[in-house]
């Protein structure tokens, strides 16, 4: 038996002594969701433990976010492993809060549970002793990108910039001593397997959209008024004619909602809203989707002679994966679940600011299969607490003793192979760039 061998036996065993508080502690989360920037409760519940582990750790960094460190006997690599704090929004779901519709659709609960195992895992196994790197183990905020509105009203009292939690972690500097990062996400995938690596992902930007024509009766004098509700229609139909415009190897999706079409039935609509993200594989690829968007809402005022305003926030930027941190988290995972358990990701149309990471530093999103149903529905349920709550603690373990041995070797193997898209600042130059209000009046 090798030593390193010995090790990852030593931190599976010490997680598998809090198996059951483990499971306890993510059932609970579960049924007590809470949306992005608000998850104090959950937040307390990391800290607690943190605590009881006597883990150096800062709170509060995002509103919500927590940031323990572990540190090794040197100092040769740091390597984060994230969970994510909030739930999404699913009003019709079982476990939903019915105050705010929060609910656990997506298993950030059981993330928060792997986050927590592996502390105990590698603090009571005492395996940090031996490995030449240090472990950020970090709880995230926000990122589900919901609740828009509220989230801006934070951004104006100055209480975060960015709309999501780890690029607000970048923005704060939280991740400038780290050099690897990576999280587990569940899958309710149906074609059986337990471990997998996401593949690269859509990114995205969102849109805000007004608009703004005249008010009148309905009945009596339609033509007296402007039809903000018509003028949005055309501008849906604008995006939806230039579809065929957008290249399959883009993977572009543009999916609007009416968030307000009117006030009553018998007055011309004169403030209707929208929304939208407009998605794709690549930046280029969204920046020249989401112009053509833009060109089809304006379109829409100009022939009924309304006001558009376009509110361009920034989202989320396209996950990238790096392909030697995949191979160290393959090994592992294969030892730990066999090889029949594995499956090998394809691309991802969803988004997530995990990919903001990864333009960066390496980083991947590991998959774990411990739920059913589906992602963001109202069916979906954790199914497999095994799998969802402790296997991903263990395989992340043996992953960074894996990465943190022998003078940590391999983590700067990973990173030196590693050539990240943008630098911290230039990832917020570019970030900040996107951010717009873009107004089109009949008299411009």
């Keep these: 038996m090798t030593d390193r061998q010995a090790l990852k036996e030593r931190v599976c065993a010490a997680i598998d002594v809090h198996r059951d508080e483990i499971v306890a502690l993510g059932e609970d989360i579960r049924v007590h969701p809470e949306l992005g920037f608000k ?149 309710a995938r149906a074609e059986g397997g337990k471990l997998s690596v996401g593949g690269p992902s ?21 033509h007296q008024g402007i039809n903000a509700l018509k003028a949005a229609m055309l501008g849906l139909q604008g995006i939806d004619a230039n579809r065929e415009t957008f290249k399959d190897d883009d993977h572009i999706r543009v999916h609007p909602i009416i968030t307000k079409g009117g006030e009553l039935v018998n007055v011309i609509p004169a403030d209707v809203r929208l929304e939208t993200y407009v998605r794709g594989a690549s930046v280029d690829a969204i920046v020249a989707a989401a112009e053509k968007v833009d060109r089809a809402l304006k379109g829409g005022a100009m022939a009924l002679g309304a006001t558009v305003e376009i509110n361009t926030l920034p989202g989320y930027l396209p996950r990238i994966v790096s392909p030697e941190l995949l191979q160290v988290y393959k090994e592992n995972a294969v030892a730990l679940v066999g090889e029949n358990e594995w499956w090998d990701s394809s691309f991802g149309a969803g988004s997530t600011d995990m990919g903001d990471v990864s333009h960066i530093m390496p980083a991947i999103e590991t998959s774990a299969v411990g739920s059913s149903g589906t992602g963001h529905g109202a069916d979906y349920v954790i199914c497999d607490p095994e799998t969802a709550y402790i296997t ?23 990173v030196d192979a590693y050539k990240p898209p943008m630098s911290k600042d230039e990832y917020l130059t570019f970030m900040r760039g996107l951010a717009k209000l873009d107004v089109w009046k009949p008299d411009a």
Excluded: W
Excluded at 392 to 414: C, E, N, S
């Design 202 to 222: 859509n990114g995205c930007i969102v849109k805000m959209i007004q608009y703004l024509g005249r008010a009148s009766h309905a009945g009596g004098s339609p």
């Design 39 to 187: 998850e104090f409760r959950t937040a307390g519940i990391v800290a607690e433990h943190f605590g009881r582990l006597a883990i150096d750790h800062q709170t509060g960094l995002a509103v919500t976010g927590i940031k323990g460190v572990l540190a090794g006997r040197g100092s040769a690599a740091t390597v984060a492993y994230m969970g994510e704090l909030d739930s999404v929004l699913v009003r019709d779901h079982p476990d939903a809060d019915p105050d705010t519709g929060a609910a656990h659709a997506c298993g950030h609960n059981a993330q928060i549970a792997n986050l927590i195992a592996l502390a105990y895992g590698l603090v009571e196994s005492g395996v940090m002793a031996e490995l030449d790197g240090n472990v950020a183990l970090i709880a995230v905020p926000a990122e589900e990108y919901v609740e828009v509105a509220y989230r801006l009203g934070l951004k104006e009292a100055g209480q975060i910039e960015f709309l999501g939690g780890k690029p607000e972690f970048i923005r704060l500097g939280a991740l400038d001593d780290v050099d690897i990062t990576f999280m587990t996400h569940q899958s």
């Design 392 to 414: 991903p603690a263990k395989a992340a373990a043996m992953t960074l003793i894996d990465l943190l041995i022998d003078g940590a070797a391999r983590a700067r193997q990973v």
